[in-house]
């Protein structure tokens, strides 16, 4: 069955740094698009990126362009999300997607928390 860890969470400052990592297990991952989407307390679940099944292209929301970067392993079945830049309001409970979008099975989920 198909399989979503999320790691790298944790307190960052405004303007700090984070790396979140994904390790997928339970399906051919090489052939499917990943995303990354967070939500927020009191809110709904929002995408924030996504990658195509090569890595040949990527996309985010406004809310994060320029800051965030996706890439992926397939080698390693692994994807990841550098968050540079971080904001407040970028606290949310962070979630690795399989396929486009928010629709598809996710982790349980790696919190941030952006505060100083």
């Known amino acids: 069955q198909v399989q979503l860890v999320e790691s790298g969470g944790g307190l960052a400052q405004p303007g700090g740094s984070l790396r979140l990592s994904c390790a997928a297990s339970?399906?051919?991952?090489?052939?499917?698009?990943m995303s990354w989407a967070r939500q927020a307390p009191g809110k709904g679940l929002e995408w924030v990126s996504g990658?195509?099944?090569?890595?040949?292209?990527?996309y985010y929301a406004n809310s994060v362009k320029g800051r965030f970067t996706i890439s992926r392993d397939n080698a390693k079945n692994m994807v990841y999300l550098q968050m540079n830049s971080l904001k407040p309001e970028d606290t949310a409970l962070y979630y690795c997607?399989?396929?486009?979008?928010?629709?598809?099975?996710r982790g349980r989920g790696t919190q941030v928390t952006v505060s100083s």
């Open positions: 339970g399906f051919t991952f090489s052939i499917h698009s």
């Open positions: 990658i195509y099944s090569d890595g040949s292209n990527t």
């Open positions: 997607v399989k396929q486009w979008g928010t629709a598809g099975p």
